[in-house]
């Protein structure tokens, strides 16, 4: 299974400012996938992150709030943009197997945990 | 449009009671479906897949396609079993995975 890593692990921000997480996979993954999860709830997808083409998002969410980046097989940036309190949030980057996987389960990084000032 | 429906929140049992975790789910396609769990400050990870058809710590989850379910099960809880609990469908479509919203399930000794 891959192993996903984050950066940073955790953020204190003031409004109106952008953060940028960063996203690395120890194999290459066919897609990658942006959530963000409310303490103790769900999660919920932004966005699918796609080599080599635009992020395709989930309805709630835009390209100039949440800005991907997907260079390569290995990693993926998600950009907060001028941050609200209400992006106050884990967020968190998975991908799925390596091409030719048998399943279709998602391996999932730590987090990145953000508050909003 | 898929949905993945876990009905209660919460889930409080002694320690060797069984377990149950309810999920049911709702999808046109032929459904592939995933147990995940996020015990405490840890990552969220893949605990079973009905596909697989395995038993992980004790774990079990049997696809009913008539009940349109696919409840988490284990005969004996451990305290080590508290944790967080995701029900997920897998969509092939866009390769999306659909999550429920999760019940917390404490084992207290």
């Known amino acids: 299974s891959a192993v996903i890593s984050q950066k940073p692990s955790r953020d204190i921000c003031q409004r109106g400012t952008s953060l940028t997480i960063q996203c690395q996979v120890d194999?290459?993954?066919?897609?990658m996938f942006w959530y963000r999860q409310q303490p103790g709830q769900s999660l919920t997808l932004i966005a699918t992150?796609?080599?080599?083409?635009?992020?395709?998002?989930e309805s709630g969410f835009v390209i100039d709030k949440f800005p991907i980046s997907r260079p390569n097989l290995t990693f993926s940036t998600l950009t907060v943009s001028n941050m609200s309190p209400e992006d106050s949030s884990i967020y968190l980057c998975?991908?799925?197997?390596?091409?030719?996987?048998?399943?279709?389960?998602?391996?999932f990084g730590p987090g990145t945990r953000l508050t909003v000032l | 449009a898929q949905r993945v429906t876990q009905p209660e929140k919460l889930l409080s049992v002694f320690k060797g009671a069984p377990v149950e975790l309810k999920c049911n789910y709702s999808?046109?396609?032929?459904?592939?479906l995933f147990w995940y769990v996020q015990y405490s400050r840890q990552r969220l990870q893949l605990l079973l897949r009905?596909?697989s058809r395995e038993s992980i710590k004790g774990f079990t989850a049997d696809l009913n396609k008539g009940e349109t379910s696919f409840h988490l099960k284990k005969p004996f809880a451990q305290e080590e079993d508290s944790a967080m609990y995701y029900c997920?469908?897998?969509?092939?479509?866009?390769?999306?995975?659909?999550f429920g919203k999760g019940i917390t399930l404490s084992v207290r000794p």
């Open positions: 992150a796609n080599q080599g083409s635009e992020a395709t998002y």
């Open positions: 009905h596909i």
């Open positions: 194999s290459q993954v066919t897609m």
């Open positions: 997920a469908l897998f969509t092939g479509a866009n390769s999306k995975l659909t």
């Open positions: 998975s991908g799925d197997g390596e091409a030719g996987a048998t399943y279709n389960e998602q391996f």
């Open positions: 999808y046109s396609g032929s459904p592939e």
